[in-house]
């Protein structure tokens, strides 16, 4: 389970950066970064989901006040929504906005 955390500021040019920062996807769990990500279906709640989301955003210090739950709600759905548009099995990278499927 992962999360897109970081981007670097050039936020004009975002979608075609390529740096270090925009090429990441952070583990949810072990908050360490990877290059790719394949998309799963994975047993858990929807609950147990958004729970690993509020955690993780609670060891960034992104969530300090009673709207923590709301922000990680809406962190897992636009990381759902993404995966979403890609079959399960999918390797994916990532080039600053943009989810890829990696070239095989
Ligand atoms: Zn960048």
Not at 23 to 40: H, I, P, Q, Y
């Amino acid at each position: 389970m992962v999360t897109i955390a970081t981007m670097c500021d050039r936020i004009d040019e975002l979608a075609d950066c390529n740096c270090t920062l925009c090429s990441f996807f952070t583990g949810l769990e072990c908050d360490r970064a990877t290059t790719t990500v394949e998309v799963a279906q994975l047993p858990i709640t929807w609950n147990d989901y958004v729970t690993q989301h509020h955690l993780r955003l609670r060891r960034a210090g992104a969530l300090t006040d009673s709207d923590s739950w709301s922000i990680a709600t809406q962190v897992a759905e636009v990381i759902t929504s993404i995966a979403s548009d890609f079959p399960v099995g999918v390797v994916l990278q990532r080039q600053g906005s943009a989810i890829l499927r990696r070239p095989e």
